[in-house]
């Protein structure tokens, strides 16, 4: 059977056809895909799935029309809403109000409120002057107040009191409590810094803020205003504390002594 010039162009276009799509099987595939993209969408560029176009959102997985109110704009997401509002304005039921920025105050940096310069405090909308006491000042950052006492003073009601330091005993930059902490060697007793009166066999705790203010050295533990040695069981040794003993492995404790039992 002889075949035609006509019949040979055409087996030979089906075989580059075939060709082309065993090299590339996910052409058929991405056109197949592009059924499934809606209206105003277009298919992401890398992956599966689609975006809508600009101007439009996805609502209900179609791509709806944004429409931006006044005094707004569009924002590059297809996502949200669409639109935020111009500097100067806040959102209020889907449409962008402006609002007055007080005396002695300013725009913040997101466009959508207003904070008190330093020295004003915001009162019913505005911003009224923070009266600060004698021996008082502006602290760096807002407080509940406004103010802060200075060193060796301390907040109470309205105004700024001395701290009186007791004898023992110095200034703390904290604006809780008394003002002032002991020395080492000292506890804070009635208002006053009483000496430790520390036991043999035992140290002035730097960090013992309550309790006697002393602790046991290590081999010895503590039994009223005293440090007594511990007993250490054969076959035992101190804990990690210092002020107990545990057994040696594989020995167990039963009462006061080590057993294998």
Not at 38 to 43: C, M, V
Not at 199 to 214: E, K, L, M
Request: aromatic share 10%.
């Amino acid at each position: 059977m002889i075949r035609t010039r006509r019949s040979y162009f055409i087996s030979f276009e089906a075989l580059i056809l075939l060709t082309m799509l065993a090299v590339a099987p996910g052409a058929a595939l991405a056109q197949g895909g592009n059924a499934m993209v809606p209206e105003n969408a277009r298919a992401n560029s890398y992956g599966g799935g689609w975006e809508c176009n600009p101007g439009y959102r996805e609502v209900d997985k179609i791509c709806v029309a944004i429409n931006v109110p006044e005094n707004a704009f569009p924002t590059k997401s297809s996502y949200g809403r669409g639109w935020e509002c111009l500097r100067g304005h806040r959102e209020v039921d889907e449409i962008c109000v402006s609002f007055k920025v007080p005396k002695n105050a300013y725009l913040s940096s997101s466009g959508d409120d207003w904070s008190c310069t330093r020295g004003f405090q915001e009162e019913d909308g505005s911003c009224a002057a923070i009266q600060v006491p004698p021996n008082g000042h502006l602290p760096e950052y807002s407080s509940n107040a406004g103010w802060e006492c200075d060193r060796g003073y301390k907040a109470v009601n309205e105004a700024c009191i001395a701290v009186k330091v007791p004898k023992n005993g110095y200034l703390t930059e904290s604006s809780h409590g008394p003002g002032w902490k002991c020395e080492r060697g000292y506890l804070a007793i009635n208002g006053q810094c009483s000496a430790v009166k520390v036991p043999a066999n035992a140290y002035v705790a730097d960090s013992a803020t309550y309790g006697p203010g002393w602790k046991c050295h290590r081999g010895y533990r503590a039994v009223k205003d005293a440090c007594v040695a511990v007993k250490v069981a054969g076959n035992a040794h101190l804990n990690y504390s210092g002020n107990g003993w545990e057994c040696d492995e594989p020995l167990r404790k039963r009462r006061n002594e080590c057993t294998s039992r």
